[in-house]
């Protein structure tokens, strides 16, 4: 259904629309379309007059040496990334001259001197933050690069830090609503921490927690802004008592296309979604909306499925989900594309309409959306509202589709195994009375775990069309507590004892590529010690190697960490993904592990082996993503950071991967903002990590 929250004058909108000029509309525009012509994100700021950079440096020279004694003390050392945040906001806006207006250099000041604060109380065993209502601002140490990320939350007025209600967190009262924050340029972490001190923000429910993530800068929480959400929502949960049958995603702009993807990918650990314009795919919102001719290749079309929602949309069947447009704004787009989607499995979606409405919120549409999230957070959860989806006496239980098994759970349904990565994957499980079928596509492996009907430890499912006797020995009721896994092989379905993994490499959740997927969990850059096999390779990797430095703390706000692969041991490749520069002759780590990847150097004679091709070592080199041979459960990959570049800082719906798990790159051909060399070949592997045959 669909919903305009008053009656509207089509005429008067009409004539609205005509006057409403495109430089009205928060549109990147088509001069960024230009490759050749990149502005740099985020801006080059203000010179900091010379008086106030030596306060300022002295207020954090002084605030790192509390900070240092705060660690090797033997107090609240968990919160001592609640007085880091400060520092290192004040530092980065300083060191890389990210002050974008001089009114930002009083904010600096009085930014640290809440960290002198915060870190006088720490130092005795105050901490008064933990104990305010309204506006506060946390920090925790993220797990990707181990550098302190902020984050707002607004403690509702209804909450008792006294209550003593310790109770599982599913039985506590207050509700919470995870809100993404559109886009910003300037969003430094200065300016993210102000705002988040001074603004409650578009929504505040009664007796609700609102938690703001920083999400890493402007990247609509995709791949580390994706983690600074979970981490946040963590770090959140230790500190503050709320309800984890009640926690709702939302945003506005760039924010709302962060709630789609969110909705869609993780559609059973939120109560509701409530999107706002942003986008929900990325061609059709960059032709409408960015004016782009889109020439992608035939991998970055594959791997636009990754983010584009539209794809998943049988995924929000049993979350409840209500969007939000201004009916005069070009990113209205994105609910219109997900309700044609959404049409397409049978499905509804609930689209509330400002009139006479840009790119903002109406204030009636506001109060509409409330009453609404009001009445699903009363009625309870997706399980407890029933099905949307019945036919001929059977109706769905659960459904679930993904394209990677990065996205891989539902509330029942776990893929395990894919026939093949970036086709879509789907499983519906349907029961009428005490019967129980499946239907599966392109799925090798899956789970099936929590509500299904049996009437004793043995019983029948039938799964595309094959009846199965499965067994559960910790069947209670009706609830199936550790889960029953099936594995096709040759076409025939079977259950396993429980999750057990396939002889030899498989891609797996958290182990599946493409080369983005590394940078989504710990990773270490691991740069070269010694010459490589010629000079144009080693300007290639010396340069590519300081571009992902720079841009992993530019665009991801963190810093790299960086070892000598002469100093990497086995320990350290169980704890990270490894990122290794350069070639065998340069890198020992490439020295000791090329032979068992599936793209060789054969140093003999200078060449590069992929598959039946050869190619030139001294002027090619290889992208990849590959299960580390020397720790499986960990990846190795070779010359990249992630893959998307200045080009698509542009535009967030752009920042999709660029590359698939490997490629060979001619550094012949200078990088640019989109490539960084010209990609002679590209592919992704196997289900079982091998090469493809060659396109």
């Excluded at 109560?271 to 960015?290: C, I, M, R, W, Y």
């Excluded at 006496?393 to 970036?422: A, K, N, P």
Aim: hydrophobic content about 40%; aromatic content about 10%; some cysteine.
């Amino acid at each position: 259904m669909r919903y305009v929250s008053q009656t509207i004058n089509c005429l008067a909108v009409a004539m609205l629309s005509l006057i409403l000029s495109p430089s009205h509309c928060p549109a990147d525009g088509p001069a960024d379309n230009a490759v050749e012509n990149v502005r740099r994100v985020p801006k080059l700021g203000i010179e900091v007059p010379e008086a106030d950079r030596v306060e300022l440096q002295a207020s954090l020279d002084s605030l790192a040496t509390k900070i240092e004694q705060l660690h090797r003390s033997r107090g609240s050392t968990g919160c001592v990334p609640d007085v880091q945040i400060f520092h290192r906001a004040v530092d980065q806006a300083l060191r890389f001259q990210e002050f974008f207006d001089a009114k930002e250099i009083p904010i600096a000041k009085q930014l640290l001197a809440m960290g002198h604060q915060r870190a006088d109380d720490l130092k005795i065993g105050r901490l008064p933050w933990l104990r305010e209502k309204g506006l506060v601002v946390r920090g925790y140490l993220s797990k990707l690069d181990q550098t302190v990320q902020p984050y707002g939350v607004v403690i509702p007025d209804e909450y008792d830090y006294y209550d003593g209600n310790t109770g599982n967190a599913a039985q506590l009262r207050h509700r919470c609503d995870i809100w993404f924050h559109g886009r910003g340029e300037t969003l430094s972490e200065l300016n993210f921490i102000h705002q988040r001190l001074q603004n409650k923000g578009e929504y505040t429910p009664a007796g609700t927690f609102v938690l703001h993530p920083y999400g890493r800068y402007c990247n609509a929480n995709k791949f580390a802004g994706e983690v600074d959400t979970f981490e946040v929502l963590e770090h959140a949960s230790k500190s503050y008592r709320f309800n984890h049958t009640r926690i709702a995603v939302r945003g506005f702009s760039m924010g709302g296309a962060a709630c789609w993807q969110f909705a869609v990918h993780y559609p059973a650990k939120w109560f509701a979604a409530n999107p706002g314009a942003g986008f929900s795919e990325t061609p059709d919102f960059l032709k409408v909306f960015q004016n782009e001719t889109l020439a992608p290749t035939w991998y970055e079309e594959k791997l636009w499925r990754m983010y584009d929602c539209t794809g998943y949309a049988a995924n929000l069947a049993f979350l409840p989900t209500i969007a939000y447009s201004g009916d005069m704004d070009k990113q209205k787009q994105a609910a219109d594309i997900m309700e044609v989607a959404l049409k397409q499995e049978g499905l509804p979606l609930q689209h509330v309409i400002g009139p006479m409405t840009g790119h903002k919120i109406h204030p009636d549409s506001k109060l509409e959306i409330e009453k609404t999230l009001s009445r699903w957070e009363r009625l309870g959860t997706p399980t407890e509202m029933g099905s949307p989806l019945k036919a001929d006496g059977w109706e769905t239980v659960d459904q679930f589709v993904t394209y990677t098994l990065r996205y891989d759970q539902s509330r029942c349904i776990t893929i395990l195994g894919m026939d093949e990565h970036w086709e879509q994957a789907r499983v519906v499980v349907q029961q009428k009375d005490s019967a129980v079928r499946i239907r599966t596509q392109n799925v090798s492996e899956f789970q099936l775990a929590g509500k299904v009907p049996a009437l004793n430890g043995r019983f029948t499912i039938e799964i595309d069309g094959q009846p199965i006797t499965a067994s559960n020995p910790r069947l209670q009721g009706l609830v199936i507590g550790a889960g029953l896994v099936f594995r096709k092989t040759d076409g025939k379905w079977t259950q396993l004892a429980g999750k057990i993994l396939p002889e030899g490499l498989s891609k797996r959740h958290g182990l599946q590529g493409p080369i983005d997927d590394a940078f989504m969990d710990a990773f270490v850059f691991v740069k070269p010690s010694s010459p490589g096999v010629s000079p144009e390779i080693d300007a290639w990797v010396k340069a590519e190697f300081e571009h992902a430095v720079e841009h992993w703390r530019r665009h991801f706000r963190g810093d790299v960490r960086v070892m000598l692969d002469t100093e990497i041991t086995k320990y350290d490749m169980q704890r990270f993904n490894i990122v290794v520069w350069g070639d065998p002759k340069s890198n020992e780590v490439l020295t000791v592990m090329q032979e068992q990847l599936p793209i060789h150097w054969q140093l003999a004679d200078n060449t590069l082996q992929v598959g039946e091709t050869t190619y030139d070592a001294a002027t090619h080199l290889p992208l990849l993503i590959f299960p580390n041979p020397l720790a499986p459960n960990k990846y190795v990959v070779l010359n990249s950071s992630f893959t998307f570049r200045e080009y698509d800082y542009l535009n967030n719906a752009r920042q999709t991967p660029k590359l698939p798990d490997w490629a060979i790159v001619d550094v012949r051909t200078p990088a640019n903002s989109r490539f960084p060399g010209k990609i002679v070949d590209a592919n992704f592997f196997d289900e079982v990590w091998q090469l493809k045959p060659a396109k």
